[in-house]
């Protein structure tokens, strides 16, 4: 389409809309926004941001207290850029961090997960008395009263500089727009080839480290799956990574995303032997930093892996802070250390970091189940519910949610909340209503003591079978009465190197062995101390 023989009166138009939407002034809280000037101030400070961050903020605010899309604000502050939708996660995180909070400890943008984000602060416009715009058709000024009567379309030509925002577009000016669209197709447009037409669709995003575009769709694919972390996922992740290598095999993001899901399967205690998997995620991370040693995700995994298998704390955070000064806006980066921070007990940083990795990808369930865990850590088990809650309407299949749900409701005092969530977790995995009736039999008799003392059974059934989990038993023991047992399994976990020997020091799984003092040397003794 040409737009060469636009009428004159037409391009008029377009530049009164733009005119009208490019010069309000808003004021929220003790900021004040001019658009016109570009330019955001607090008490007369001047705030510093970015162009498009402050597009951003002028699009979110002046739709104020409504959700905006994340299409929407793509198409709006990125019309004409082809740019990954990374950008806007990454573009909210640097508003929130410049605005601040407010007096009440609450923030000003609000993310709406997998849908977009909401100004939620309470906005009024200014506007100049007499201002008028000066194409073909000008918007009426609105009376703030006439407005509240129902009327949208009585003009008003003493309206005072401050005044409340309006959300609805005046009638007359939005008909006015739509005809202008259409005489500029009637009038304007040529056809092209279809290999001239650009595509709606972003263009992949290739950055410096792969130029082939199916090997980047298998990245992304991999990624996805992971973020499920279960083991069927994290199988088919594997090999979409595998494949992404197999077609670049330079292509150091899709080489840590592997050695990122083989340390969870290796740590999830799945699919083969834990130290098998974790010499090959060791493997692929160091390819990907043999690749590209400024890949601040590949430092991330590394980081994880001296925390999971090699017990090198020190070492971890080195790498997670390294991995923050090359890319402090990677959600993945902010995750990692949110965990590490969680299991070495610091619990006010873990949750500030993953709470920053939700800003920059709310749309990620492992981010909320991170929260959800380093919440049930620092005991705070109303905030640990809430997010649990919150992750299985994101996503109810996500069966590693509610362990912890129910732990905190147990931890609370809530047994039969609890017990109503078991049944919930039975329900998702498809258990057989026999099943579930045996279950609701064993409560009614006897309350978790008895739920207790049957799992107790079948984890050393598995056990006797073969299919050991030396923390599952620990934990059964103590919740059964049998501390000596405990300690006994705890032994075969530190000689094994299960993984789940980290969470030790934080976890209220194990408060019950506090007090003993063989308790406080293993955890010297892991490295935690």
């Known amino acids: 389409m040409s737009f ?17 939407s490019e010069t309000g002034s808003y004021r929220f809280k003790s900021f004040l926004l001019d658009a016109a000037e570009q330019q955001l101030t607090r008490d007369g400070e001047l705030v510093q941001l970015t162009p498009k961050a402050f597009d951003v903020l002028v ?37 929130r961090r410049a605005l601040g909070e407010d007096e009440n400890g609450s923030k000003f943008i609000e993310t709406v997960p997998t849908k977009g984000y909401r100004f939620v602060a309470e906005v009024d416009e200014l506007s100049e008395p007499g201002a ?18 129902g009327s949208d379309l009585i003009p008003d030509e003493t309206v005072t500089s401050a005044k409340p925002r309006q959300n609805k577009r005046i009638v007359l000016f939005t008909v006015g727009f739509a005809c202008a669209i259409a005489l500029i197709f009637l009038l304007s447009f040529n056809f092209q080839s279809a290999s001239s037409v650009k595509s709606n669709v972003k263009s992949i995003d290739q950055g410096q480290y792969t130029t082939n575009d199916e090997a980047y769709r298998m990245y992304l694919l991999g990624s996805a799956l992971a973020d499920k972390l279960t083991p069927k996922n994290a199988e088919k992740a594997i090999e979409a990574f595998e494949q992404a290598i197999t077609l670049d095999p330079n292509y150091a993001p899709a080489y840590a995303g592997l050695a990122n899901v083989r340390n969870s399967v290796a740590f999830m205690g799945s699919g083969g032997n834990p130290t098998e998997e974790y010499l090959k995620a060791r493997a692929a991370v160091e390819k990907a930093l043999a690749i590209d040693e400024n890949l601040a995700e590949a430092h991330s995994y590394s980081g994880e892996m001296m925390t999971n298998f090699e017990w090198d704390f020190v070492g971890a955070e080195r790498e997670h802070k390294r991995a923050l000064e090359l890319n402090s806006n990677s959600a993945a980066v902010r995750r990692m250390y949110a965990l590490w921070l969680g299991f070495l007990g610091r619990s006010d940083e873990s949750i500030a970091e993953i709470k920053t990795a939700i800003d920059l990808e709310p749309a990620s369930v492992l981010n909320h189940k991170i929260y959800q865990q380093n919440a049930f850590y620092a005991r705070r088990y109303d905030e640990s519910i809430a997010e649990g809650k919150r992750l299985l309407e994101m996503d109810p299949e996500f069966l590693g949610v509610y362990d912890t749900l129910i732990g905190s409701y147990l931890m609370k005092g809530e047994d039969a909340e609890a017990f109503k969530w078991f049944l919930h977790e039975l329900e998702q995995k498809k258990s057989k209503p026999d099943e579930i009736e045996s279950w609701k039999t064993i409560y009614a008799q006897s309350g978790w003591p008895g739920i207790f003392e049957r799992q107790l059974e079948q984890a050393k059934e598995a056990e006797r079978n073969g299919n050991p989990s030396p923390m599952k038993l620990v934990r059964l023991y103590l919740k059964t009465g049998k ?21 030790l020091k934080v976890s209220p799984n194990y408060d019950p062995l506090r007090a003993d003092p063989r308790f406080d040397d293993l955890i010297r003794r892991v490295g935690l101390k």
């Open 4 to 20: 060469k023989k636009v009428p004159n009166f037409l391009v008029n138009l377009f530049e009164a809309e733009m005119k009208s």
């Open 132 to 149: 008028v715009a000066t194409g073909f058709l000008q918007p009426v000024a609105i009376n703030p009263v006439a407005t509240a009567s």
């Open 59 to 95: 699009y979110l605010v002046s739709h104020g207290g409504h959700l905006v899309h994340k299409d929407e604000l793509m198409q709006s502050v990125w019309p004409d850029s082809f740019v990954d939708e990374v950008n806007i996660p990454r573009t909210i995180h640097t508003l």
């Open 483 to 503: 501390p000596e047992k405990a300690f006994v399994y705890l032994g075969k976990a530190f000689d094994g190197r299960v993984q789940g020997m980290i969470s």
